[in-house]
């Protein structure tokens, strides 16, 4: 079984926010939009960083999880050049035992410079409540 989450500014596309399912927490990309108003937050990518990690932070706390039950991350960025910057920002959220990652540089929608998509593990099974 799976639940969606649902958040505040949610896009409105087909797609959910994250959804519950099996124990884990399955997070949508995120980007460096502001939810509300679907534009870039800056063109800072530190800036932009931080700002994706804090949606994502917000969609777990819907998920009654936390940054901390985080197993994996996938991390989209722009720009080769962007990796020691977005480092400093990412170390800023998560502690050793670090969650497995990957890093893709690619080509991005609407003029963002990092998307970041996660799995955590979920503090409740859902169906088994």
């Known amino acids: 079984m799976k639940q969606p989450i649902a958040t505040d500014g949610a896009s409105g596309k087909p797609f959910s926010s994250a959804i519950q399912a099996g124990g884990f927490v399955f997070v ?3 980007g460096g939009l ?3 108003t679907g534009r870039v937050v800056s063109t800072d990518l530190k800036a932009q960083t931080l700002h994706t990690l804090e949606n994502i932070r917000h969609i777990l706390q819907e998920a009654e999880a ?3 039950d985080v197993v994996k991350v996938n991390v989209y960025l722009k720009e080769r050049s ?4 977005f480092n400093e920002v990412y170390g800023s959220y998560f502690a050793y035992p670090y969650p497995a990652r990957t890093t893709i540089y690619c080509d991005l929608n609407f003029d ?3 998307e970041i998509d996660v799995i955590a593990l979920s503090p409740k099974r859902v169906g088994q409540e």
């Open 112 to 114: 963002i410079l990092v």
């Open 34 to 36: 502001d939810p509300a």
């Open 66 to 68: 936390t940054i901390e």
């Open 28 to 30: 949508s990309g995120q």
């Open 82 to 85: 962007h990796y020691e910057a």
